[in-house]
């Protein structure tokens, strides 16, 4: 329990950097967001939690194919959220993700790998 509850810590708290940060500067602010910080802690939890290599190394894998679906979601939120607020920006960026994700499933799988 006592590592479950050092993983919420550290997580929030590397989260809660990142919002401190953008408050500061949008560049820094996103530059960090954008780097895989999540990846890296959640393949470091697994590690740390004695999970296999091949096991990390299928999280890493599955997490690529969904990099390029979830893409099109910092293009689209500026775009929208300028003309209709955040509300609709944060709905229609979650719905386009969505869509992308299955669509992208379909395309994966005539390749033979099923994301969903």
């Known amino acids: 329990m ?33 780097l895989p910080t999540t990846t890296f802690l959640i393949i470091l939890w697994m590690y740390f939690e004695g999970a296999s290599d091949d096991k990390i190394a299928r999280h890493v894998g599955f997490t690529m194919y969904f990099v390029l679906p979830t893409l099109p979601l910092f293009f689209a939120l500026p775009f929208i959220i300028n003309r209709f607020g955040f509300v609709a920006a944060f709905g229609a960026s979650i719905a386009l993700t969505a869509i992308l994700i299955y669509l992208f499933n379909l395309i994966y ?4 790998v099923s994301i969903l």
Do not use: C, N, P, Q
């Not at 799988?109 to 033979?112: E, H, I, P």
């Open 109 to 112: 799988a005539r390749y033979g």
């Open 2 to 34: 006592a590592f479950f509850i050092t993983k919420v810590l550290i997580s929030a708290l590397v989260i809660a950097t990142v919002t401190e940060v953008a408050k500061l500067s949008d560049k820094w602010g996103g530059l960090i967001a954008a």
